[in-house]
């Protein structure tokens, strides 16, 4: 109930005026968001980098609906893929993007010629894109996009989202050999037609889709917080005589640090999702979302104002 009143929130542009008229805490914000621009990102990335980690940069945006910003946002990714050629961050750093950001709602074709753009400068620079996946309604396209960029640039990776009923199947599809699957609980609100709603399905689900993974020939990147499934994918690496090179774990900024620092430490690949912009209202929505004490801080920075 109280994810669906948020995520429904997410959704609406009266709610988003509003929050984004209150000046929030820099504190709030800053704790998920890296900052404004790609030197906030590439600032952050380094200290990141610097203690182990490696990360996953996202330019905050998404539902895109004009061709002039699904080319600011494709120029954004390629100017920070350049900050990012020849730096001593990749083959550490490598980017997210969603296909919604470039337009993939209004004009498709226009989504993958610009997400061709930003695969081929990633080449360039030595290191890796990866797609997030956005709601159900964008899974067909997405995947289909991913397998005509595939062609092209096999490192290419993509999200998978346990809660949708498809997406064991998918796994099975796509656990072959240089898939770089990225598997996730999945953030939208979606139906139950096609998605698991309880905790306990969503979580079953989310373990059906790792053993695919972890016993595939891909690149599994496990996706969570959540210390049950990370307790899990460290048995299932042990079982399937995975090396610490042979999958990762992801996180997001500013969720569990010390869990990352601790994994890190373990000999793991950690790699931080670490967004930046302007767009942060959907985002954040999200990870309010997920965790009520997250609301919690949200009203103590409402309050202190
Ligand atoms: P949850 O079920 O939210 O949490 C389970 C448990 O984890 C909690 O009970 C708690 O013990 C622990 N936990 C969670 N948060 C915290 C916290 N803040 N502090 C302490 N403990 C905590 N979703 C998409 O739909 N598409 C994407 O492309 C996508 N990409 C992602 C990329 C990365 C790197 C990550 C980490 C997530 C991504 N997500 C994406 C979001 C994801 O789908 C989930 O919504 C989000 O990760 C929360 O699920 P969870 O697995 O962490 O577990």
Not at 118 to 126: H, P, Q
Not at 143 to 152: V, Y
Not at 235 to 242: L, N, Q, T, V, Y
Request: glycine share 6%; net charge negative; with cysteine.
């Amino acid at each position: 109930m109280f994810r669906s009143v948020i995520l429904a929130a997410a959704g609406s542009s009266q709610v988003e005026r509003l929050v984004q008229s209150v000046p929030l805490s820099r504190n709030l914000v800053s704790r998920f968001v890296a900052g404004t621009s790609g030197d906030d990102a590439l600032r952050v990335a380094r200290e990141l980098v610097g203690d182990g980690l490696a990360v996953t940069l996202d330019y905050l945006g998404e539902d895109t609906t004009t061709a002039a910003d699904a080319e600011a946002t494709r120029d954004e990714y390629l100017s920070l893929l350049d900050g990012l050629a020849g730096d001593e961050l990749t083959p550490a750093a490598e980017v997210s993007v969603k296909l919604s950001a470039l337009g993939q709602a209004f004009d498709e074709k226009l989504a993958e010629e610009h997400a061709r753009a930003i695969c081929a400068k990633a080449s360039e620079s030595g290191t890796t894109v990866t797609f997030d996946m956005e709601d159900h309604s964008t899974t067909d396209s997405t995947l289909e996009i991913l397998g005509r960029l595939r062609a092209d640039f096999p490192t290419a990776g993509v999200a998978l989202q346990a809660y949708l009923r498809r997406t064991e199947a998918d796994c099975r599809e796509l656990a072959t050999h240089g898939s770089r699957i990225r598997l996730c609980k999945g953030a939208y609100s979606e139906p139950e037609s096609v998605a698991y709603q309880t905790r306990l399905d969503v979580d079953k689900s989310y373990v059906r889709c790792m053993n695919i993974l972890m016993s595939g020939d891909g690149y599994p990147m496990i996706a969570t917080h959540d210390p049950r499934m990370i307790a899990i994918a460290e048995d299932r690496a042990k079982w399937f005589d995975h090396g610490c090179d042979d999958f990762e774990f992801q996180m997001l900024y500013g969720v569990r640090p010390e869990e990352q620092l601790r994994l890190a430490e373990d000999g793991y690949t950690v790699r931080v999702y670490v967004p930046y912009g302007t767009q942060w209202y959907g985002y954040l929505m999200r990870r309010l979302a997920e965790r009520p004490a997250n609301l919690a801080f949200f009203a103590r920075a409402l309050a202190s104002r």
